[in-house]
């Protein structure tokens, strides 16, 4: 991932994701709030293509280490940095 944040696109859908993390103060994932999921997908699409997709999904259920502490904006967002550790 670290090569693609000097990329416009993916700069633009983290800054989108933080702003709506500070706009939007939620403790839990809503079931209703799908704009997260949307971020991630559009960033796992863009960087890898479908198999980036499925591994997002992974990551969007299953909320290993750090992704369960994050709120849900941002843990979708930067889920798909795992991707490439």
């Known amino acids: 991932m670290g090569s693609y944040l000097n990329d416009i ?12 993390e500070e706009s939007f103060k939620v403790e839990v994932d809503p079931v209703n709030l799908v704009a997260d999921e949307l971020i991630g997908i559009n960033i ?9 997709l499925f591994n997002f999904f992974y990551y969007d259920t299953k909320k290993p ?3 369960k502490e994050l709120p ?5 967002a930067i889920g798909d940095s795992l991707q490439d550790a």
């Open 9 to 20: 696109n993916i700069q633009a859908l983290l800054t989108a994701a933080l702003l709506l």
């Open 44 to 52: 796992a699409e863009y960087i890898g293509g479908k198999i980036a």
């Open 65 to 67: 280490g750090i992704l």
């Open 72 to 76: 849900p904006f941002l843990d979708d």
